[in-house]
């Protein structure tokens, strides 16, 4: 899958800044964590709450910088947007924590195929191995096979591209001629 880099996840965020967005402008939290549908959905739920809930002349009172007679009618779009801000906060720690698992994970794997390249050299040095060819495959090497269609080097051991995935009439792994029908 080839996504643009505007909707990849870019590794790990940070939960306050998240947070911090999210209160400025109801949305701009979950853009920060590239979470686009759940911001505009916010800010859809926001702007929901001041036209279901808030009555118009609390509205007005506030656009044009007058006295509210009370309050608790403007509180229904302020809960919406603490709400936003708390779930732009969990979001980002999700993905904090995700990271630093994939991350760990690839550490493990890393170490893990040091270790195979490690022992892998080592059995290449006794049988006198240089880089990835024995000694008597050197001569070979200028003489190496290529595909047809890309060019490429060819493994002999494949009856096909490993590149362009071109098939070969040769013999593969399996004697078979090259062919695939049973």
Same mark, same amino acid.
Not at 52 to 65: D, F, R, S
Not at 76 to 83: C, D
Not at 100 to 124: K, L, P, V, W, Y
């Given at each position: 899958?080839?996504? $643009?880099?505007?909707? #990849?996840?870019?590794?790990?965020? @940070?939960?306050?800044?998240?947070?911090?967005?999210?209160? %400025?402008?109801? !949305?701009?939290?979950?853009?920060?964590?590239?979470?686009?549908?759940? !911001?505009?959905?916010?800010?859809?739920?926001?702007?929901?709450?001041?036209?279901?809930?808030?009555? $118009? &002349?609390?509205?007005?009172?506030?656009?044009?910088?007058?006295?509210?007679?009370?309050?608790?009618?403007?509180?229904?779009?302020?809960?919406? %947007?603490?709400?936003?801000?708390?779930?732009?906060?969990?979001?980002? #720690? &999700?993905?904090?924590? +995700?990271?630093?698992?994939?991350?760990?994970?690839?550490?493990?794997? &890393?170490?893990?195929?040091?270790?195979?390249?490690?022992?892998?050299?080592?059995?290449?040095?006794?049988?006198?191995?240089?880089?990835?060819?024995? $000694?008597?495959? /050197?001569? +070979? &090497?200028?003489?190496?096979?290529?595909? $047809?269609?890309? !060019?490429?080097?060819? +493994?002999?051991? /494949?009856?096909?591209?490993?590149?362009?995935?071109?098939? /070969?009439? @040769?013999?593969?792994?399996? !004697?078979?001629?090259?062919?695939? +029908?049973?």
């Amino acid at each position: 899958m080839n996504l $643009p880099r505007v909707l #990849r996840p870019s590794g790990p965020k @940070r939960p306050w800044l998240a947070a911090l967005l999210a209160l %400025v402008v109801t !949305g701009l939290g979950h853009a920060y964590l590239r979470r686009w549908l759940r !911001g505009f959905g916010w800010f859809a739920a926001t702007f929901a709450a001041i036209v279901l809930l808030v009555p $118009p &002349e609390v509205v007005e009172a506030i656009n044009t910088g007058g006295t509210i007679a009370n309050p608790v009618d403007a509180l229904p779009p302020v809960f919406v %947007v603490v709400a936003s801000a708390v779930d732009a906060y969990l979001l980002a #720690r &999700e993905t904090q924590r +995700d990271a630093r698992a994939t991350r760990a994970a690839t550490m493990t794997a &890393e170490a893990g195929a040091t270790d195979r390249a490690t022992d892998r050299a080592s059995d290449d040095a006794e049988r006198g191995v240089v880089g990835d060819v024995a $000694p008597d495959q /050197l001569s +070979d &090497e200028a003489d190496a096979p290529s595909c $047809p269609a890309c !060019g490429k080097e060819l +493994d002999p051991d /494949l009856d096909f591209c490993p590149w362009c995935t071109t098939k /070969l009439d @040769r013999a593969g792994p399996n !004697g078979d001629g090259g062919s695939t +029908d049973q």
